[in-house]
């Protein structure tokens, strides 16, 4: 499927339609999962901060929602090996971040992780079979549940993606076969409101090979321990598992229950 197909913007992406593919001649439809978005809310943001390292951004305002003026200058070393525990309600994740393929990603992540900020959020939507979606700061408060899936860190990423000869690019082009894919489960990458370097702090954890997203999104992590964990999250009761709907008919696929990130902590190796 073209990417042009998965790209359509929403008004709430904890409701983000599937992309329904009539075949010619037959009654029956197909439900191609739609990929993990955000609804493009993001406005400009002051250049970054003089200096180096993590500590020279400050959250703005105060509250769990926290918001920064630009994103983390690199304070990550690419030639180490950095490793994110996701300790969540139903257990603990572990991911091998990659670096070398997404070094902006991963340091933001890593500063984000290293502030707090994911503490609290929750897993906003799981669609069976295809992937589990967090990292919404808004999720930590359940009187704006109508914005689940639209919150940012206040500032935004480039694309990054790894050609299989080593060098590392923000724009895709057919002179770079990808050295990652989605082609297993357990992916980490980042979500996207469908157009170009519009990633912010969520991201999604693949529960089998989607290699339709391939191109589409930053692609940063690997789970390597915990994956039994990822599919019992992706094994939750939704209001669109519960009635055999997909999100295109109206259906909502925001856990019955809330399924949380109490915190994830960086290993440097």
């Known amino acids: 499927m073209r990417k042009s197909r998965l790209s359509a913007l929403v008004a709430v992406a904890s409701a983000i339609p599937l992309v329904v593919a009539a075949c010619s001649g037959d009654s029956t439809a197909t439900d191609t999962p739609t990929a993990p978005t955000i609804a493009p809310t993001v406005t400009a943001t002051a250049p970054p901060s003089p200096g180096t390292g993590f500590a020279t951004l400050t959250p703005q305002g105060?509250?769990?929602?926290?918001?920064?003026?630009?994103?983390?200058?690199?304070?990550?070393?690419?030639?180490?090996?950095?490793?994110?525990?996701?300790?969540?309600?139903?257990?603990?994740?572990?991911?091998?971040?990659?670096?070398?393929?997404?070094?902006?990603?991963?340091?933001?992540?890593?500063?984000?992780?290293?502030?707090?900020?994911?503490?609290?959020?929750?897993?906003?939507?799981?669609?069976?079979?295809?992937?589990?979606?967090?990292?919404?700061?808004?999720?930590?408060?359940?009187?704006?549940?109508?914005?689940?899936?639209?919150?940012?860190?206040?500032?935004?990423?480039?694309?990054?993606?790894?050609?299989?000869?080593?060098?590392?690019?923000?724009?895709?082009h057919p002179t770079c076969p990808l050295a990652n894919t989605f082609d297993k489960a357990g992916v980490m990458a980042m979500a996207n409101t469908g157009q170009p370097h519009t990633s912010g702090s969520q991201f999604f954890i693949t529960l089998g090979a989607q290699t339709f997203l391939n191109g589409g999104y930053t692609l940063f992590g690997q789970v390597v321990s915990g994956q039994d964990v990822v599919q019992a999250i992706?094994?939750?009761?939704?209001?669109?598992?519960?009635?055999?709907?997909?999100?295109?008919?109206?259906?909502?696929?925001?856990?019955?229950?809330?399924?949380?990130?109490n915190s994830v902590s960086i290993e440097e190796q």
């Open 62 to 172: 105060g509250g769990k929602t926290k918001q920064y003026a630009s994103a983390p200058p690199l304070a990550i070393n690419p030639s180490k090996q950095y490793f994110a525990t996701l300790a969540t309600s139903k257990g603990n994740v572990r991911i091998q971040l990659l670096p070398k393929s997404a070094p902006q990603t991963v340091n933001s992540f890593v500063f984000l992780a290293r502030d707090g900020y994911f503490n609290g959020i929750l897993f906003h939507r799981v669609v069976n079979g295809f992937m589990v979606q967090s990292g919404d700061p808004l999720t930590t408060d359940s009187s704006r549940v109508a914005s689940w899936g639209t919150g940012t860190p206040g500032y935004t990423l480039p694309d990054e993606f790894l050609c299989t000869d080593g060098k590392a690019t923000n724009t895709l």
């Open 234 to 261: 992706g094994a939750v009761s939704t209001a669109c598992s519960r009635t055999g709907q997909s999100e295109g008919q109206g259906c909502s696929s925001r856990p019955d229950q809330p399924v949380v990130i």
